[in-house]
């Protein structure tokens, strides 16, 4: 079998016996496969622009923060109307982001009665926000 390696200078070719050849075969896949892995989870930076603009953080400029205070300013009027275990469970689910199925277990409800619950809540929240 014949082996071809490739360098800055040339490609020599040299003759080995099959089994060796087999081996040889398999340790380049071997490589290839490791290398492959390793250099696929990563990102070039050029990779990051688009259309001539690199896309940025998250903004939090003054506009962004008027949105966010509106926001509060929106949940904080709608929180009253709930009742006190609505809240507790918009508190926990959205503000400690404990997750459904752990909220059910602390409370001893089933995983139905807590979506139950949070559709309520969230029509009401809802409610409050389109009425204003």
């Known amino acids: 079998m014949k082996i071809k390696y490739e360098f800055v200078t040339g490609a020599v070719e040299v003759d080995v016996p099959d089994e060796w050849g087999i081996v040889l075969v398999d340790l380049n896949r071997q490589e290839y496969n490791v290398n492959h892995k390793e250099t696929r989870r990563h990102i070039s930076l050029d990779a990051c622009q688009y259309e001539g603009a690199t896309f940025a953080a998250e ?27 609505q809240r507790h469970l918009i508190h926990a689910l959205y503000f400690e982001c404990v997750p459904p199925k752990v909220y059910a277990k602390q409370r001893g409800i089933s995983d139905a009665a807590v979506s139950k619950m949070k559709t309520a809540a969230l029509k009401k929240m809802k409610k409050v926000f389109q009425t204003g």
């Open 59 to 85: 903004d939090f400029g003054f506009d962004a923060v008027l949105e966010q205070d509106e926001a509060k300013k929106l949940v904080a009027a709608a929180l009253p109307r709930l009742t006190e275990a």
